[in-house]
Nanobody
Framework: QVQVVESGGGLVQAGGSLRLSCAASGRTFSNYAMGWFRQAPGKPREFVVV????????YYADSVKGRFTISRDNAKNTVYLQMNSLKPEDAAVYYCAASPVGLGYYYDSRRYDYWGQGTQVTVSS
């Protein structure tokens, strides 16, 4: 079992920045690829970004490429999502998730076994 807890959400003006954190506990954190997904009201959950176990491989959704940056600190069992130049369409509940099967089909939420409760990001225009 891996427990993940997100933090860092909040209200920000368009063009602003937020940094989300995802703290994991339980099994060896460094064995897992870690992803962020988001879900806006009335929309399906969508992939945002993923980082491989070593931190060397990352994949971003086109909608956030160049604005968001994912990183991980395996010594602290934590993943970070730096979000810059936020847009109103970025508003959603952001979920952190752990995948034990690496980066294959990283965009598919079914590849992730462990999920946090989510943190709300609100972007005002």
């Amino acid at each position: 079992q891996v427990q993940v807890v997100e933090s860092g959400g909040g209200l920000v003006q368009a063009g602003g920045s937020l940094r989300l954190s995802c703290a994991a506990s339980g099994r060896t954190f460094s064995n897992y690829a870690m992803g962020w997904f988001r879900q806006a009201p009335g929309k399906p959950r969508e992939f945002v970004v993923v980082i491989g176990w070593s931190g060397e491989s990352t994949y971003y959704a086109d909608s956030v490429k160049g604005r968001f940056t994912i990183s991980r600190d395996n010594a602290k069992n934590t993943v970070y999502l730096q979000m810059n130049s936020l847009k109103p369409e970025d508003a959603a509940v952001y979920y952190c998730a752990a995948s034990p099967v690496g980066l294959g089909y990283y965009y598919d939420s079914r590849r992730y076994d462990y999920w946090g409760q989510g943190t709300q990001v609100t972007v005002s225009s």
